[in-house]
């Protein structure tokens, strides 16, 4: 297994680890998770590097790196959602693009079509994770309702961007 594998591997060991440490409930157990939040987020980043600068692609790293990252981020809204400090339609805001676009993207490959991720996916990545590390900490409760928003709308614009740039995958004529 090369070291980006490795990488995406213990990003999904962390997830439970990360939603054990929340629901023990301990002495700066939510420090301890976003510690944890912050060094898998980070693991996404270094590992998608490591494999394209080395030429290190693999089909284990296509299926489980996208697959982790939206497991993290998901348990991360779901315990928010749980904890009352984002909405549940937000997350489910989020899952309905993932479910799409990973649809559009099963019918593009199924015709041999690779669709690479857009730089908008990129910056709602990452947008969504620094928010998620912000709602961690005690700050006011606008920061929350900002990271929520922004969540949603970089959500969106990076979901509607994919289905018009890529709108000929699916025949619409035929609905």
Known sequence: MNLANKLTLLRVLMIPAFLGVLYWGGPN?????????VIASLTDFLDGYIARSRGLVTDFGKFMDPLADKVLVTTAMLWFVQTGVMPAWAVAVVIFREFAISGIRLIAAERG???????SGKIKTAATMVFLMLMF???PGWVD???????????????????????????????
């Open 113 to 119: 079509r690779v669709i690479a991720a857009a730089w």
């Open 145 to 175: 309702t900002l990271g929520v928003w922004v969540i949603v709308v970089t959500t969106v614009y990076s979901g509607l961007e994919y289905l018009v740039k890529n709108k000929d995958v699916i025949d619409w004529s035929k609905l």
């Open 29 to 37: 157990s939510e420090y301890i998770a976003l510690a944890i939040f």
């Open 137 to 139: 900490l005690p700050l």
